[in-house]
Each structure stands twice: as C-alpha cells, then as structure tokens.
C-alpha cells in the first residue's frame, strides 16, 4: 500500500480536508479488500471493484481524476473507478456511505452569514415580492383584456351576420335613459 505523504503546515484546510479524506479512503480500501480476499477468495472481483471505488475515491478528494470531472458525487465516483454506478448504490453501500460521510466531513461546517449579507438577502426578497405581485397584475390584466377582445370579436361577428349579404352595418340609435 503506497504511503500518504503527511500534508505541510501551510497547507489550505481544505487541501488537509482532502489528503486526510484520501488517506482514510485509502486505509480503509485496503482493509476492506483484505477482508473481500481472505472471506471469498473464489471472487476476486469483489475485492478488485473495492480497490477501484477506493482508489477512485483517493483520486476525486487529491484533485486528480483520470476518468470522470471530479465532482464529489456517486455518479463521477463510479465512473472514475470505470464501474456502474449501480455497483456504489446497491452492491457497495458501505463504501458509497464512507464516500458521503467523507465529502461531508470534508467540506466542514457552514459559514455564518455577515450582517451586510443578510441586509442583501433581505432586500432581494423583497424585490422578489413586489416583482412576483406585479407579474401577477400584469397577468391578471391581460386576462382581463384577453377577455375583452374576445367579446369584442364576438360582437363584431354578430354585426357582420346582422348586416346582411349587402355588407352595410347599420347602426340603430341608443335607448334614452
């Protein structure tokens, strides 16, 4: 099993987030083809599908895929160790598991938002209300003039058919109130 070089004291927290993440990944892929070898020794695949997911695993968390684009997802894991994604969610859950459970770990924990931050999202909400109320005006007025037009094409047509075939619409004066 080749060795994990220990990350520099000027390393990022994120870049020891993630040679930490490898190194567990690596360790336990190990451990775990170990176990697949000596408990069924008659199907090395098992054990040769751990040492993929986990080498693949090694390779996503130190930013050097050679397969997939890198993301932390089951789906580029699978890829990147050249195996069916259905092989990390059905057949190797456990490692699926590690590989989530080591993504979060490795992300850390949220940052708290800055008071100009939240007077920013607080803003955007409210122009998000008053632009969602006049766009429901406005489609509450074009209903309303869809609406309109239709009545007057209704009345139109009307016209057309009372004015007989000599096409001459004749209008009849207004009842007084």
Do not use: C
């Not at 940052?111 to 429901?136: G, I």
Request: glycine share 6%.
């Amino acid at each position: 099993m080749p060795q994990v070089q220990e990350p520099q004291a000027a390393a990022a927290p994120d870049d020891e987030r993630s040679r930490q993440a490898a190194a567990i990944a690596e360790t336990v892929g190990a451990v775990l083809a170990g176990t697949a070898d000596a408990a069924a020794p008659h199907t090395p695949a098992d054990a040769a599908e751990i040492r993929a997911i986990t080498d693949a695993m090694v390779r996503i968390f130190v930013g050097a895929p050679l397969r997939s684009d890198g993301q932390l997802t089951v789906k580029s894991l699978a890829e990147e160790a050249g195996l069916r994604r259905n092989k990390l969610t059905h057949k190797h859950t456990g490692l699926k598991d590690l590989f989530y459970a080591l993504v979060k770990a490795q992300q850390g924990p949220p940052r708290a938002f800055t008071d100009k931050e939240r007077e920013v999202s607080e803003q955007r909400k409210k122009d998000l209300e008053r632009v969602r109320a006049e766009r429901d005006g406005l489609r509450a007025r074009a209903q309303q003039l869809a609406r309109i037009v239709h009545v007057l094409e209704v009345e139109n047509h009307q016209l057309r058919e009372s004015a007989g075939t000599d096409g001459v619409v004749r209008v009849f004066p207004r009842p007084r109130r």
